[in-house]
């Protein structure tokens, strides 16, 4: 073996070398782990995982109990629970039955003992659920015109009535408001693109074309969409708490831009503190923080968003509130970065469990009044968060580490996660906006993209329109229905109007 004398310079070089590179293996490892499991692992935060609730390409076989005998088709009086999962099948009050009757023939009513005549003496009774696929049918308004027999043979003049008939939804089509209704519910709401729902029709023998559908769409989002959401944004900056989030779109014909290039899907909402919510979403061609600007431009309140810089920029008046679920998430990531051996006792798990028992308490307090939980998370969570922050100050961790980012994440935006404790109507994460915006991104892996601005903006109003009415309890078939039979009769400049045209008051009317 040869030895080889050097320097204690070029030996201390060698050796940080050495760190270096060792540092840069494990940061490469860690980054595979993480890679590996966004590929092939679960996307849920949760520390137990469902894997039974996650798994919906053999859902059928997951969810199959074949020892667990079918339950009994019985009617039973609405009724909500909390955060349970509803086991029992269960049919509305008002659905409809049909009777079908066997009996014997007349020649057969006949004693086979005494030759008496037989009489119906009980009925065997056997029920099922009948579901049928969407039927077409054509609706033909008539209306009858009346003139005066006298003054037809009497005067010059002859003057003529008609009787009172509703306007259509859209002038000179044969859209009903049941068609329109049904394509965007199938469209924004199930996720159905216009060329299967076109090759459904056709399977029915109903020939229409999705440039048909698709005009009928941005015909009633410009005509009665437009005007409702219009009132729903005045409505939505009457409240002091809101939530803040926003996703890319592609549109592909966006002047002055490639088609691979991105633009933005805006989602504004209420918080939890209203009875009246409302989900706003607003098409943008970029993400410059001039676009929440403008359309919360007055507004002064308190703002749920994420770590995003544009959200900081806006004016004192508006004051940002962080999100808890961001900050946990990477310290979820950073211990899925990790080999499972090394998890228990790490840096990240200890994170982890430190935003656990933080939201822990959040679900403790989720029943009281704002008043109350205020003066609990003051009591409780405001030392926990305090002592977060000061761990995280105190960890040592190398920078670029997933466990790293996750506390520089911690101590960079330290002002705005805190702010949760300034008022008992605030929340501790931005879930609720992320929750609201989720339907799109649902959508947009169906569709893809969108072809113009104009069908971008009318995505935008439509999608306001029927996570609004799910927000409220609504079923969005009907909502629309009746958007679309009661609007073209409407004034829709005269706010009263207006006013018969929100979820809370179809709510009241559809109970009436």
């Not at 009044?369 to 030392?383: D, I, L, T």
Request: glycine fraction near 4%; charge should be neutral; include cysteine.
């Amino acid at each position: 073996m040869e030895t080889v004398t050097i320097t204690k310079a070029e030996y201390d070089r060698l050796v940080g070398e050495q760190a270096r590179l060792e540092r840069q293996v494990e940061y490469l490892l860690e980054q595979m782990r993480l890679a590996r499991h966004r590929q092939f692992g679960t996307s849920s935060e949760k520390s137990e995982y469902d894997l039974a609730q996650l798994n919906l390409f053999n859902e059928a076989e997951v969810m199959a109990a074949p020892e667990q005998p079918e339950p009994e088709l019985v009617e039973v009086e609405k009724h909500y629970r909390k955060r349970t999962r509803l086991t029992t099948d269960k049919l509305p009050e008002d659905l409809p039955v049909e009777v079908i009757d066997y009996e014997l023939p007349e020649t057969e009513h006949v004693c086979e003992e005494c030759g008496g005549k037989l009489h119906v003496m009980s009925r065997d009774v056997r029920r099922e659920l009948v579901i049928v696929p969407a039927q077409a049918k054509i609706r033909e308004h008539r209306r009858a015109v009346y003139s005066c027999r006298c003054c037809e043979t009497m005067n010059d003049h002859v003057p003529v009535r008609r009787a009172e008939m509703p306007k259509p939804v859209i002038a000179g089509s044969f859209a009903s408001p049941e068609a329109v209704a049904h394509i965007m519910n199938q469209k924004f709401v199930m996720g159905v693109p216009l060329y299967r729902q076109e090759q459904e029709f056709q399977r029915g023998d109903l020939w229409l074309s999705r440039q048909t559908m698709s005009n009928w769409l941005l015909r009633v989002a410009e005509d009665w969409l437009e005007p409702l959401y219009k009132r729903f944004k005045t409505e939505l900056l009457k409240h002091d708490v809101l939530h803040a989030d926003e996703t890319t779109v592609q549109v592909l014909r966006e002047p002055g831009k490639t088609a691979q290039s991105k633009s933005y899907m805006w989602l504004y909402r209420t918080s939890g503190d209203t009875e009246r919510p409302i989900v706003l979403y607003d098409y943008q061609t970029s993400r410059k923080a001039e676009h929440p600007q403008r359309l919360l431009e007055g507004w002064r309140g308190y703002l749920h968003a994420d770590g995003y810089d544009g959200y900081h920029k806006l004016p004192e008046g508006v004051t940002i509130v962080g999100c808890l679920a961001h900050f946990r998430r990477k310290f979820d990531e950073a211990l899925k970065s990790l080999p499972e051996e090394a998890r228990e006792g790490s840096l990240a798990m200890a994170g982890k469990r430190y935003c656990d028992r933080l939201f822990e308490l959040e679900r403790d307090f989720a029943d009281l009044a704002p008043e109350e939980r205020f003066e609990k998370r003051v009591q409780h969570s405001k030392p926990l968060l305090e002592e977060l922050f000061a761990w995280s100050d105190s960890a040592k961790v190398v920078p670029k580490s997933p466990v790293g980012k996750a506390v520089h994440y911690a101590l960079s935006q330290r002002k705005y996660l805190e702010r949760y404790l300034l008022d008992g109507r605030l929340e501790i994460s931005n879930n609720r906006a992320e929750r609201s915006i989720k339907p799109f991104v649902i959508g947009r892996k169906n569709w893809l993209f969108a072809n113009t601005p104009r069908g971008a903006k009318a995505s935008a109003v439509i999608y306001s329109i029927l996570e609004t009415a799910k927000e409220n309890g609504l079923k969005p078939y009907d909502y629309l229905t009746h958007i679309f039979r009661t609007a073209p009769n409407l004034d829709m400049h005269n706010p009263n109007h207006m006013k018969t045209l929100m979820p809370h008051h179809f709510k009241i009317t559809a109970r009436a």
